[in-house]
Structure formats: C-alpha cells, structure tokens
C-alpha cells in the first residue's frame, strides 16, 4: 500500500464568552485563574495564529467550532423559567455556581472532543469518531450531543465515516476523549497501535485508584470504544495513568505524556505498569521500524514543571519534510529547566528535531496548552477529499474568521459581565454567522 495519509489537526476556535470560571477540580492551572477577566478576542486570534502558523508549516489544519455558550436549554432542564434573558439573570443571581458552568468557554480544548481511530485501524475501513461524555465535569457533559452535530457535518461522508453516539451519561464509563488516546505507527497510512491511558476501573474498588483528584477516564470506557471503532487486541492497548501524577494535577494523560508517529515522549513517573506497558506497545509495533521511547527523569523535569509548563501538552508533529517538532507554549521557553531539556532533546539521536515556541497564554491560564486545543484525524488522500472543505485552514478562512472575530468578540470580559442578556445575544449572532462560514448546518439547539 502506497497511499499518502495526512495527520490533520482540528483546532478548537474560542467561543464568544470565554472565561476563567475556575470550574475544573484536579486542573491546577485553572483553578489558579478562576475569576480573573478573560479577553475572549485575543483568545480567539491567539488560537487563530497558532492554525494558521501550522498551515502555513504545511500541515492539513482545521477548524472545530465553540459550543452555544451559555447554555439556555441546560438551564430551562433545572427549572428556569421565563425569556431567555430571565432564565440567564435568575439562574446567575440564584445558582450563581451553576450559571458559571452553562458559560464555561472548555469546548475550545478539543482533545476532549473526541476519540478519533484512522481507517487504517479499524474492521470496516473507514474512519471513526466517539464524541466524548466528559461526565466528570458538568460544565463539560454540556457538550456530546452538539460535538457530534459539528463533527458529522465535518465529516459528513458515510463511506469514509462512521460516527457512534457518546458512551453512556454515567461515571463508570467517564470518557475525556483524545487527551488520554494515541496512536503509535511506523507511517499514518499503516496500521498502527492505539494506546489508551486510563485512571482507573469503574467495576473493581480493589484497583489503584488516585485519593485526591478524580480519575476522569475508566478502563471501561476506554474498552468500549476500542470495540466500537473496530479494533483488535492486536492493535490496542491499554495503560492505567499512575494515579500519584492525578493526585499531583495531571488530570488527563495529554498532561504527562504525547505520541506521535514512532515516538512515545513521556514522563518517567506517567505510567503505572510502565515496563509492562512498554514491552506491550513495543511487541504490538513489531519491529519493522525503529520505536523510540523517550522518557524524560524526574532529576531532568520535575512532575510540577511538567505541569506549570504544559511540556508534555505539546504538539508532536511530523512536517511535510518528515522532520518531526514539538509545538509547545512560550511557557516551556520562559523556564530554564525545560527550556535546557527541550534544547538538548534536539541534539539527541531521536526522531525529535526542532521545537516550536507559540504563546497561548489565554489557552494556558484556563488549564490547555497546545495538544488540548487540538483534535488530530488522520486521512488518505480519498478522506481528505471527502471532509467538507469549508473548515480546513487556508489563507481566506484565516482572514474571513479574523474578521468575524473583530465583528462579534468582546475585548474583556469578567464574571458579571456573563449574565448580560446582550451577551446571549451577540454569542447567537456570532455562532449562526460562524455555522454559515463553515457550512455545518444548524448544529446549535437554538438554530433547531
């Protein structure tokens, strides 16, 4: 098989309330945050630049659009009456903690999207989506039903696509997605090996299982969606999280370890069972081609300075040229340790060449660095063609959704400021143009 596959990423475009509202247990960076105003404008065009920057490297890049922000339906489900602008000014005096959520701006982390297994991995061929439950958090169990609206009129072809309904709206099978999923191979066309990374087993109490911080992703929720896209034992694996980094704030595995290609980059204090894990990984490759795993020391960088950084909240990417970079947040650069590490890294006999530095700090200062922001889809050529051209990056979109961003964000926004009847209004105005841009159709419950 000669045919050419693309790693596309599908970056999350920043909704018109993005905020601080501090609303993730577990996520050190947005707790740190919570109640500081945002600028959703500079949000936007920060995650704007960071597609067209890929783009412009020559990467397949895409746009996901931001969820309906806040979340009327969400409130009117919980008893709250009246116009929409009565609903939204009774919820935020009377449930002021619940009204925080129906606004959160977390839908632009897009790892958490979904579970996306290529073509090349599954039984019928073709490739699939599992939009994901995120049932820990309420703020974000908002999002499925509408993540699955936009991702089928992304991918709209049935030859090509299959798309399954979120798992069950239960913590037994609490799925956070692409940030604890990641596909190992020798070349995006081929088979490869699709390692899931769990924190712990919803049947079984006698399991490891982190004390502090909840373990967001089950064994069971990551089996089932393997059985869903198809795969065999002979291409998945699974991995528990060690649950001392959860309890330490790595609340997904995307925080402590990234893989791309033939290269798993990851801490030494990620995995539980790690040489275990490894050998598996490692037999399950085979050894057609080399497989690096590089795996970085507690003395070289401390679990903290992982996540103040975000340096395994990277972007892993293989260039048109087949170099492969890091894209990883100006933080990493500003720290002396991980800076030092990242330049001796591209020195090292590994696939790893170069590293990228881009600021993403609105991204950052409510909890997702670089890999969160993005959902990556591997294509063939034919896929490709099939995907609906009007959500990948190019020059004219760049400037088309710089615009629309100029037209409809505010420059600051603060806690009271999401209670404000216009707001719901503006947000509308913004999403119903966004949806004709990228011609999805009516995915919002209010365009339904």
């Known amino acids: 098989m000669n045919e050419k596959a693309y790693e596309a990423n599908f970056d999350g475009l920043v909704g018109p309330t993005h905020n601080y509202a501090g609303l993730s247990l577990g996520n050190v960076a947005s707790l740190n945050n919570a109640r500081n105003h945002s600028s959703p404008k500079q949000a936007a065009k920060q995650g704007l630049q960071k597609m067209k920057a890929l783009h412009d490297l020559g990467m397949v890049q895409g746009v996901l659009a931001p969820q309906e922000r806040p979340d009327i339906s969400a409130l ?58 995120l049932t820990n958090k309420y703020h974000r169990s908002l999002e499925p039903s509408t ?70 992703q089950t064994l069971e929720a990551s089996q089932a969606i393997a059985r869903l896209h198809g795969l065999t034992d002979a291409n998945a694996v699974f991995l528990q999280q060690n649950p001392a980094v959860i309890d330490q704030g790595v609340f997904h595995n995307d925080v402590i370890a990234v893989g791309n290609r033939n290269v798993l980059f990851f801490h030494e204090h990620a995995f539980l069972n790690k040489q275990q894990g490894l050998q598996e990984i490692q037999r399950k490759f085979g050894d057609a081609s080399p497989l690096h795993f590089i795996e970085v020391a507690d003395n070289q960088v401390s679990v903290a300075d992982a996540i103040s950084t975000y340096l395994f909240n990277t972007q892993l990417i293989n260039l048109p040229n087949d170099d492969m970079v890091i894209i990883a947040p100006t933080e990493c650069q500003e ?54 051209p009007a959500v990948l990056m190019s020059e004219q979109l760049f400037v ?16 009271a400021d999401l209670a404000d009847p216009q707001l719901l209004i503006e947000s509308r105005t913004a999403l119903d143009e966004l949806t004709q841009i990228l011609k999805l159709g009516s995915v919002y419950n209010f365009q339904r």
Not at 89 to 98: F, N, R, Y
Not at 149 to 176: C, K, S, T, V
Request: include cysteine; proline fraction near 5%.
């Open 76 to 133: 009117r489900r919980l008893g709250f009456t009246g116009s929409d602008a009565e609903v939204m000014q009774s919820a935020a005096s009377k449930a002021p903690e619940i009204y925080r959520a129906v606004c959160s701006a977390s839908s632009m982390w897009t790892a958490n999207a979904a579970t996306v297994s290529p073509s090349a991995d599954a039984a019928d061929g073709r490739v699939h989506f599992t939009p994901a439950n």
């Open 147 to 216: 993540t699955g609206r936009i991702l089928q009129a992304m991918f709209a072809n049935n030859q090509y696509f299959a798309h399954h309904q979120h798992l069950p709206d239960n913590d037994h099978f609490g799925d956070e997605g692409a940030a604890n999923h990641t596909r190992i191979c020798s070349d995006y066309a081929k088979n490869g090996v699709e390692l899931f990374v769990y924190g712990r087993y919803a049947f079984d109490s006698s399991k490891p299982a982190p004390q502090r911080f909840p373990a967001r």
């Open 335 to 388: 720290h002396a340790g991980v800076y030092r590490y990242l330049t001796e890294l591209c020195q090292q006999n590994t696939p790893i060449k170069e590293v990228k530095y881009f600021d993403v700090k609105q991204s950052m200062q409510n909890g997702g660095g670089p890999a969160c922001l993005r959902l990556r889809v591997v294509l063939n050529e034919q896929e490709r063609a099939a995907v609906n």
């Open 400 to 415: 088309t959704l710089n615009n629309w961003v100029d037209k409809h964000y505010r420059d600051r926004l603060t806690e």
